[in-house]
Each structure stands twice: as C-alpha cells, then as structure tokens.
C-alpha cells in the first residue's frame, strides 16, 4: 500500500463541512480503512490500473484506491457537497485523479479510461477496473446496464473485459450468486452469471456504516465472460428471464404466456419444442434448459410470423 499525504480524516471532514447522508441518494459511508483497503485489493487489486470509482461520497474507499497504487482515479459523484472532501484527495495525488460530478446512470465511461491499455475481447483483462460501494437506490439498474454493455462489448468494455468491484445489499448478492435448481435463483442470477464470473468477496455489516443501513451489504466481484452461457441477444433473454420468473411460485408455464401476445398463447408449443418440463417451478430450471427455452422461442417466433415486440410483456414494459 503506498502512503498518503497527512491529510484530515473523512469524519473530520463530514463534520467541517456538514455532510449529512441523503437518503434519496443512498448514502451510507465506509468510513473505516481496513474495509475500504480489503475491497480494494480484492481480485488482484488496482495496482498500475485505471479505476472508475463510482459515488465517491466523501472519499475513504477513494483513498484506498489511490493508496492501492491506481495510475489514474476517475471519480464519479453526484452530490456536489463532496466537492472540497476529494478536492483535497485530488490535490495531494498531483493530477493521478479527476472528479467528475455526473448521474452515473447517464455518464459515459468509457471517457474515464485511457484506451492506451485497451486489450483485445478474448484477452486477459486490461488494467482498469470499475469500484463501487453502490448507492441502493441504482444498484440493480447500474448492473443490468452495465450487462447490456458487456453483451455488446460497448462502452467502457469496448476497451476490454474491465473487471469490477462492486458491494450490494446482502439479499441483493445472493440473488446474484444463486446457482440454478437453489431458491434465490432469479432474472438476476441468469442476467449476471450469462456475462460474467461472479465471485463474493466478503460481508460488510450493516453497522459498519455511517449511518448504518438495516441490512447488511456483500461485495462481489465481477470478470466479463469472453463467450456469454446463452448465446441470444440481451433484450431477448431479459423478456425471457422476467417472463420465467415473473410467478416464482408457480409452474413455469404460467410466466412464458407473457412471452406472446394477449390472443396468442404458443407456451405449450415453446416447451414442446424445448424439450423442457412446463411443470417445473423457474427455480428448477438448469442453464441448458433456458437457453433451449431462448433457442425455441426464437423458432416459435419465426413459424408464427411474431417479433419479439408482439410479446404481452414487452408492449407491457413500453407502456
Ligand atoms: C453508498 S454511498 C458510498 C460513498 C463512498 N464511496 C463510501 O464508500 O463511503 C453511495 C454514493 O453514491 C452517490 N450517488 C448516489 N446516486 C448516484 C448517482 N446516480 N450517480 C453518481 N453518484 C451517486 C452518493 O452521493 C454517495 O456518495
């Protein structure tokens, strides 16, 4: 870890400049080093890398990052109030970083890295990573965005498959990591583990925050696949994995009527030709079975002159 410059402690710095947490802005700081440090050096850690922290808040995991041994930090915050708290961060690394006050759910990226060490696909990663403690409010959003990018290898990841470090509420995680035939598994587990390897890092209690949110956050780390498991466009398999599990309880067949339009119930038909059991709950259903499911559906489509804009839950979705 390379040594900062003295500089004052972020609690020193909340209360000088009356830094209270937004709630509407998710805020719920790390203000501890150890933590901050451990997140920072997970999965290979960011030394000589370029880093895209996303919602700085005051600072602690950004000084970890610079500390880690970043070549250039890139911090990305809303709240302009932080303003003087990475002001003097930005100032004591001469240049290594740059603040950008943006909404990250509209910011463009890929201007965070220089493409100086882009790397090709099926490459090893390139040396940029994406951190978060994410804001609550944006996290399952931020994600999917960032998989629809993955998907098309656009955006930051045009650059290369940059790895990322992101925490997220606990049961949020969980449903992330579920493995197929296990009770989280949901929209969110296919989504993510079809683009990349997931892996948990470790488990920040919710005390460990200022202020401390009710529960408890997990952080994940995140290497994009070079092949993804399904090989269907992303739009189709987020229709698909919403209609699977729009009725969790339920036999699987009761969700994919969504998948067609209002008059058109071709569900039977999709399972027929998927060689898939319809009476099974969504939970139950193996990787190979979606993506038989994707590849039926697409054939479904096709012998019955439909688009996949015809779909019930599509034209529900534009609504
Ligand atoms: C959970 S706090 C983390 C702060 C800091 N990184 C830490 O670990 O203490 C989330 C941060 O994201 C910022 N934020 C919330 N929504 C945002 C958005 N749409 N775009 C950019 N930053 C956002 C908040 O202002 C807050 O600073």
């Given at each position: 870890m390379?040594?900062?410059?003295?500089?004052?402690?972020?609690?020193?710095?909340?209360?000088?400049?009356?830094?209270?947490?937004?709630?509407?802005?998710?805020?719920?700081?790390?203000?501890n080093s150890n933590i901050t440090n451990k997140i920072v050096l997970l999965d290979g850690g960011v030394e000589n890398h370029q880093v895209c922290e996303v919602g700085a808040g005051p600072g602690c995991l950004t000084r970890s990052i610079i500390a880690g041994g970043a070549s250039k930090i890139v911090a990305v915050e809303k709240d302009r109030r932080f303003l003087p708290a990475l002001d003097i961060l930005a100032n004591a690394v001469d240049g290594r970083m740059v603040i950008v006050y943006a909404d990250i759910l509209n910011y463009e990226m890929i201007k965070a890295f220089d493409p100086v060490d882009k790397k090709a696909w099926n490459d090893e990663s390139p040396k940029m990573k994406i951190i978060g403690n994410l804001p609550f409010s944006i996290s399952t959003p931020?994600?999917?965005?960032?998989?629809?990018?993955?998907?098309?290898n656009a955006g930051p990841f045009s650059l290369g498959r940059?790895?990322?470090?992101?925490?997220?509420?606990?049961e949020v995680a969980q449903r992330i990591l579920a493995e197929p035939k296990t009770?989280?598994?949901?929209?969110?587990?296919?989504?993510?583990?079809?683009?990349?390897?997931?892996?948990?890092?470790?488990?920040?209690?919710?005390?460990?925050?200022?202020?401390?949110?009710?529960?408890?956050?997990?952080?994940?780390?995140?290497?994009?696949?070079?092949?993804?498991?399904?090989?269907?466009?992303?739009?189709?398999?987020?229709?698909?994995?919403?209609?699977?599990f729009r009725h969790r309880r339920k036999f699987v067949i009761k969700g994919t009527k969504y998948l067609f339009p209002t008059d058109v119930d071709l569900s039977l038909k999709l399972f027929e030709e998927a060689d898939v059991d319809w009476k099974l709950r969504p939970q139950q259903l193996s990787?190979?079975?979606?993506?038989?499911?994707?590849?039926?559906?697409?054939?479904?489509?096709?012998?019955?002159?439909?688009?996949l804009s015809d779909a019930m839950i599509v034209k529900e979705t534009n609504k």
């Open positions: 390379i040594r900062l410059p003295p500089l004052p402690t972020i609690r020193d710095l909340i209360k000088l400049h009356n830094l209270s947490a937004s709630k509407q802005l998710s805020q719920n700081f790390l203000l931020l994600l999917i965005q960032w998989l629809n990018l993955i998907s098309q940059i790895k990322m470090t992101l925490t997220f509420q606990e009770s989280q598994r949901s929209r969110l587990s296919i989504m993510t583990q079809n683009y990349c390897h997931v892996k948990p890092g470790f488990l920040i209690k919710g005390s460990s925050f200022v202020p401390a949110p009710k529960v408890n956050s997990v952080v994940l780390t995140f290497t994009p696949r070079i092949t993804p498991l399904i090989d269907i466009d992303f739009t189709t398999l987020e229709v698909i994995a919403k209609s699977l990787t190979e079975e979606i993506q038989r499911l994707c590849a039926a559906y697409k054939k479904v489509l096709l012998d019955h002159q439909l688009d």
